[in-house]
């Protein structure tokens, strides 16, 4: 059991997602940074799906019953456990009444905070993440306040030794953001010029990040002034509204819009979505769909690495 | 495939998934396409697709990037194209949304009667004397969009910061049912005391893409007498199978 004694600036309970109801208008949800939320978990030895705590730009206070292995990845932050420093992208115990500490995020924007035996709050269709605009999953549907108490899921089987992630784990947080792109549902309605533009040009993140959708500013995209009909739209489609502004669909977002899209954030870049910054800046490329899938397979290969070393060593 | 002026395409959509669209405007022959596809889909039973999100006229395959390939999805879906026949609905299920047409729980519905130019008795009768078709669940979980009216409503320039779960709205041809407290643009003309949406119901939705519904128009001492025997657990919402007379 944990309580929340300060719960930073926006922290959600988020696991990878509900999935199986789009066609009803539910979206997805889950860990913005769903690699850092992966690794959080193997390195506290849970299934990768176990509940994570997104923190948002800032961790927060949080003190714990029981002896605990947890772990920090995504953004670099100051982390202490009963004032002593610790390691990002590490496993660590807290003892018994132990407080740990999470700063503000030093280098990039969202922490997860994983905890061996994971966040134990109900299953909602499928999955704990929460989904703040319907105000479910998750605890009670809402980001965490302080005096807020967690329960911790039982994992008897697993190791209680904290151990550190290879250096290359981490994925390299730079700004400018150079996203890889595919092409979008749309891409042919846009003019060249248009699409010179947006490939060309760097665009500036909003001063809100919510996990619905990124307002862009840059280049305004106007040569699209065709209406589109409702249709499925999916994580890290970059729409352009007839006012020929952009917008980045994320997981909170609804599922099925009537907006022409340019292009698609791939999957292996989408954890610098997460952890840019507000103001940061943002270029596009557009590459296939075979180099995208390829990039994402090695960002999972090397989870799957560190998974299998560690289940080796604990045997 | 049978003869059709529009030929299925598929369209990219990232590099997990496949969007096939079936045309470009909104009809009940479209929709039998969508239909098709995805019955003719399902029965190939591919592995490794995670999700399949039919809409209006489009279907999106999603697909386990670990596990298959986009070139293995796209020949599962041209192999569906080739093999699916469209489904004209035989019989359709519709579910009765009572609903109370009047005061603080239709805020727009004078705005409307001067838009629209009919008198309120003939927009509630529009509203109620045909069941409405749910072509597409969207927007916020579990509300159902649906057509259509006889007449075309501008979008409302701001929209209100919160309408209330249950509200019935009406926007360019279209009706729908707000699923939960959410801010929205739809000009609000009544209220229904059903919850069309509860995830912590066993089955979180009444309505699918399909469906129909029937609007039947209640007064406000039933809508308030209605939403307490809801609270309480004591109604079931009434639903029964109609023929599709051609």
């Known amino acids: 059991m944990i309580t929340v004694i300060r719960p930073g600036t926006l922290t959600t309970v988020q696991d990878l997602g509900r999935f199986g109801y789009q066609a009803w208008g539910m979206p997805a949800s889950g860990a913005m940074d769903f690699y850092a939320a992966k690794a959080a978990n193997i390195l506290v030895g849970n299934s990768t799906k176990a509940a994570v705590l997104e923190m948002t730009e800032e961790g927060g206070s949080y003190r714990f019953e029981e002896e605990t292995l947890v772990a920090v990845t995504g953004a670099l932050a100051t982390i202490t456990v009963n004032g002593i420093s610790q390691a990002p992208w590490s496993s660590f115990l807290i003892p018994p009444g132990g407080m740990l500490h999470i700063g503000m995020a030093t280098k990039g924007y969202r922490m997860y905070l994983a905890l061996q035996g994971g966040v134990d709050v109900p299953v909602v269709m499928g999955s704990r993440s929460t989904y703040l605009t319907a105000r479910l999953g998750g605890l009670e549907g809402r980001s965490l306040q302080a005096g807020d108490i967690l329960l911790i899921g039982k994992n008897s089987k697993a190791r209680r030794h904290p151990i550190s992630a290879p250096a290359d784990l981490p994925l390299p947080l730079e700004n400018p953001w150079r996203l890889f792109v595919t092409a979008g549902s749309q891409e042919d309605w846009f003019s060249t010029k248009d699409k010179k533009a947006f490939y060309n040009s760097v665009y500036t993140l909003d001063h809100e990040l919510p996990r619905m959708s990124y307002r862009l500013r840059g280049p305004l995209l106007t040569s699209t002034q065709q209406e589109l009909i409702s249709e499925p739209t999916g994580l890290g489609a970059v729409e352009v509204p007839t006012s020929g502004k952009l917008f980045i669909v994320l997981p909170d977002h609804g599922t099925s819009r009537g907006f022409a899209k340019i292009a698609y954030i791939i999957h292996a870049h989408f954890y610098k979505l997460a952890q840019a910054v507000p103001g940061d800046k943002i270029t596009f490329k557009l590459i296939d769909v075979d180099t995208a899938a390829e990039l994402y397979r090695t960002q999972e290969a090397a989870l799957h690495r560190l998974k299998e070393d560690l289940d080796s060593n604990s045997l | 495939m049978n003869a059709n002026s529009f030929k299925p395409v598929l369209r990219p959509a990232g590099e997990n998934s496949i969007l096939v669209v079936f045309g470009t405007t909104i009809t009940p022959k479209v929709r039998e396409q969508v239909c098709g596809f995805v019955t003719a889909f399902k029965a190939l039973g591919v592995k490794g697709i995670l999700e399949i999100v039919p809409s209006y006229c489009s279907v999106m395959i999603y697909f386990k990037m670990r596990t298959v390939t986009y070139a293995h999805i796209k020949s599962a879906v041209e192999k569906a194209l080739l093999e699916m026949v469209p489904e004209p609905q035989q019989t359709y299920q519709v579910l009765e949304v009572p609903t109370c047409y009047d005061g603080v729980l239709a805020p727009d519905m004078e705005a409307v009667l001067r838009l629209t130019k009919l008198s309120k008795e003939k927009l509630i009768r529009l509203h109620t004397d045909k069941p409405f078709m749910v072509y597409m669940i969207g927007f916020t979980p579990g509300f159902p969009y649906m ?3 006889p007449f ?15 509200s019935i709205g009406l926007a360019g041809n279209q009706t729908g049912i707000y699923s939960i ?23 979180p939705f009444l309505l699918s893409p399909g469906d129909y519904v029937r609007f039947t128009p209640i007064d406000l001492e039933e809508y308030f007498e209605l939403k307490d025997y809801i609270a309480q657990g004591f109604y079931t919402p009434r639903r029964w199978q109609e023929k599709v007379t051609s």
């Open chain 2, 181 to 203: 407290d959410t801010p929205g643009e739809w000009w609000l003309i009544g209220r229904t005391p059903l919850a069309i949406f509860d995830a912590q119901r066993k089955d």
């Open chain 2, 152 to 166: 075309h409503l501008p979008r409302q320039t701001t929209p209100r910061p919160v309408v209330p779960s249950g």
């Open chain 2, 147 to 149: 057509g259509t009216m």
